[in-house]
């Protein structure tokens, strides 16, 4: 049988059973009722559902997007079909209590089922994910009458949900949103104004859209501390739970972007006038937990959303490296160089170097950062059902590291394997005939949204690896250690030693940027940080993989050696200059004159 040019079943297989060993969660009790038959069985559903219901309609959705028709966003149908499926599988509350519905599914499964999704339909794919995002907000912060009402029909499938937070004058600037939320004598509150870049802000794929919304109550502090959180649904809810009259969120306007054109990006007004329930001017909103809390509340959602953009960047960059790869076995074209005779015939492309080159390169990429979002998903776990405290605390700080670089760095290189699709395509692959350029469209996206490139730099250098007093980098250099002392005596010793002079560095070169005595010159370059510490983490992991691998043979085991090799060749020593200008506090971007440009 033919693999998948979605995503690598095998690889899966070998990430969560023969590395993270996920079927060891089910000893705890949230996994009691799971074992590797029943992972294994939603894995196969999910794979079956991508391939079948999600994959078939990629291009179309592509090819004609979101559009307005008096008032309604109308998508093409097939977007409808899939989600229908999705939910009635039940996979839309993978991770949920089982009484409100959910299957209590460890986060790494329920990541790796995301994948699947993802790679093979990211537009589609994105609407049930943020509403499970949303979702697992509530349930960590709401009151229980919350949860109750809103959760259930979203795990369900019947209502999605949303994350409100930029606005059209702020942008990733939160400090400077201006949104208001007035209470009210029945302690509802009433909110005006615009957000915009909310994606799956309006469509007709659900009875209800539940809207996460940041907003200002009058009064409070300045800036972000000023921040509340509030529940805003597209339709109210009456007391028995059925939907109400509609609220006062009016679509706006859609944005149209350069991919990811299945989901609806929109541009909301709130409090328009256009629906006053009640009579009474404003959208009707509920505050989540405490006023002035909200950016603590929304992180909730964001940080989930981070690592679920950095695994969709994998997931498309994964995709398209699989779809290069068929397509260089099967394309005849040119002959070996020591070929001498025009009369042979030509040989696949893969017998090139420079084509396999491209290709390992992009082996190298999507499987460390399938590792990377994996890996950040056990934590996860380990952060909520570890039976020792200090273990629970221990993978809260490391994933708290590991964040910005599970976001970032797949969305930089999974990026770079896209790239890598279209020139081995050659010329086809800047066609539509072929879906890499799409690929690489769609992907496009993932170092802009949910925090750009440089404010994940800001978040690493300037908050992560600094927290409790460098709590942050040294369990993360402790991990490494770990990881590096266990491979003392077998063939990757000599990657072991490279990894421990990196990190050694790393935590040098932290101390000097943090010791200039200015926060700009400590930050100016926290881009070029966060590149260097992301490929040293993505090394440590291509070691944990090949560990993992001691002793087995064959083809897929001796492409992860050689993947390794490749990132411990090829990609590794790109950090070493990064660390060095880092260390000597450059200040060449700032003493650029902003007239000079």
Not at 40 to 58: K, Q, T
Not at 389 to 415: C, F, M, N, Y
Not at 512 to 532: C, P, Q, R
Not at 561 to 566: N, S
Request: proline share 4%; net charge negative.
């Amino acid at each position: 049988m033919r693999a998948s040019l979605v995503l690598s079943r095998r690889d899966l297989d070998f990430l969560l059973h023969e590395w993270l060993e996920v079927e060891t969660l089910a000893k705890r009790p949230r996994f009691a009722e799971h074992s590797r038959e029943t992972i294994d069985a939603v894995i196969d559903l999910a794979s079956r559902i991508a391939v079948e219901h999600f994959a078939p309609h990629n291009r179309t959705a592509d090819e004609h997007e979101p559009h307005v028709v008096d008032g309604r966003v109308q998508l093409v149908p097939e977007v409808a079909a899939a989600l229908r499926v999705f939910a009635d599988a039940g996979l839309a509350a993978g991770t949920l209590d089982e009484e409100l519905g959910g299957m209590q599914l460890p986060q790494v499964v329920a990541k790796a089922v995301t994948t699947w999704f993802q790679a093979a339909n990211i537009g589609s794919s994105a609407y049930p994910f943020l509403t499970m995002a949303n979702a697992h907000l509530l349930v960590a912060h709401a009151s229980p009458e919350q949860v109750q009402t809103y959760v259930p029909p979203m795990a369900e499938g019947r209502w999605f949900g949303t994350m409100a937070l930029s606005e059209p004058q702020a942008g990733s600037s939160l400090a400077d949103i201006t949104t208001r939320a007035e209470l009210q004598d029945d302690g509802t509150y009433r909110l005006t104004g615009t957000k915009m870049w909310i994606s799956g802000g309006d469509h007709e794929l659900s009875e209800n859209i539940v809207h996460l919304v940041l907003a200002k109550v009058p009064g409070g502090p300045a800036g972000v501390k000023g921040i509340s959180l509030f529940i805003v649904p597209k339709h109210l809810v009456a007391d028995d739970g059925s939907i109400g009259e509609r609220n006062d969120v009016v679509l706006a306007g859609l944005n149209h972007k350069m991919g990811y054109r299945g989901t609806t990006n929109t541009l909301l007004a709130f409090g328009e006038g256009v629906h006053t329930p009640g009579g009474r001017p404003g959208a009707v909103g509920y505050l989540v937990g405490e006023q002035h809390r909200g950016l603590t509340y929304m992180f909730h959602m964001m940080n989930e959303a981070r690592i679920g953009v950095g695994l969709g960047a994998t997931a498309l960059g994964y995709t398209g490296y699989l779809h290069a790869l068929d397509y260089a076995r099967t394309r005849t074209q040119g002959r070996p160089v020591t070929g001498k005779d025009p009369a042979a015939a030509p040989v696949a492309i893969i017998e090139h170097a420079d084509v396999r080159r491209m290709l390992l390169a992009s082996k190298s990429y999507v499987e460390g950062g399938l590792a990377l979002g994996l890996y950040c998903a056990r934590l996860v776990d380990e952060e909520q059902t570890a039976e020792d405290a200090a273990d629970r605390e221990r993978a809260h700080t490391l994933l708290e590291v590991l964040t910005p670089i599970a976001k970032s760095w797949p969305s930089q290189w999974g990026l770079v394997a896209n790239d890598h699709a279209i020139q081995v395509h050659g010329g086809y692959g800047y066609t539509r005939d072929f879906p890499v350029e799409q690929f690489y469209r769609d992907n496009r996206l993932n170092p802009i949204h949910e925090g750009t490139h440089g404010i994940q730099g800001l978040d690493l250098l300037g908050r992560k690896v600094v927290m409790g007093g460098g709590a942050g980098l040294r369990v993360l250099a402790e991990a490494i250690a770990a990881t590096t002392t266990r491979a003392a005596g077998t063939d990757w010793a000599d990657l072991a030693a490279d990894l421990d002079a990196l990190t050694a560095d790393l935590v040098r070169v932290t101390a000097t940027l943090w010791s200039a005595g200015d926060v700009d010159v400590t930050l100016a370059n926290a881009s070029v940080y966060l590149e260097a510490a992301g490929h040293v983490v993505v090394g440590w992991l291509w070691l944990e993989q090949v560990l993992a691998a001691e002793g087995s043979t064959g083809d897929f085991y001796d492409g992860k050696r050689q993947a390794a090799r490749y990132f411990q060749r090829w990609e590794l020593p790109r950090v070493r200059p990064q660390l060095a200008l880092l260390e000597s506090l450059d200040t060449t971007v700032l003493r650029m004159d902003t007239g000079w440009f």
